[in-house]
């Protein structure tokens, strides 16, 4: 299994990015995924999941409104868009893989991770 984060980068507050995690080594249309970060000094947060087809996808309370999950099974890709960032928002992303097609919250798997650093 290999998950490889892209896209994070230095950001104003009210700007964008989109994060691309490419996943290989397994069949990705079986798993649901999720992205998880971490805060600087601070613990894991899930920021966000979406299943195995990208019927159900699931947002953390802070995220709502502003960050977008899809992906593309035929390209083994998952995406975040994160609209409207904030410097609260700074951390390294993560993608991780759930151990189920449904959005269960156990990771088997995770990528190294993305930094997206929010600052004017």
Do not use: H
Not at 48 to 60: L, R
Not at 80 to 101: F, G, H, I, R
Request: contains cysteine; aromatic residues 12%; glycine residues 12%.
């Amino acid at each position: 299994v290999q998950l490889v984060e892209s896209g994070g980068g230095l950001v104003q507050p009210g700007g964008s990015l989109r994060l691309s995690c490419a996943a290989s080594g397994f069949t990705f249309d079986d798993y649901a995924m999720s992205w998880v970060r971490q805060a600087p000094g601070k613990g894991l947060e899930w920021v966000s999941a979406i299943s195995w087809n990208g019927g159900s996808t699931y947002y953390a309370e802070s995220m709502k409104g502003r960050f977008t999950i899809s992906r593309d099974n035929a390209k083994n890709t998952l995406y975040l868009q994160m609209n409207s960032l904030k410097s609260e928002d700074t951390a390294v992303y993560y993608c991780a893989k759930d151990l189920l097609a449904v959005v269960a919250g156990l990771f088997g798997s995770w990528g190294q991770g993305t930094q997206v650093t929010v600052s004017s």
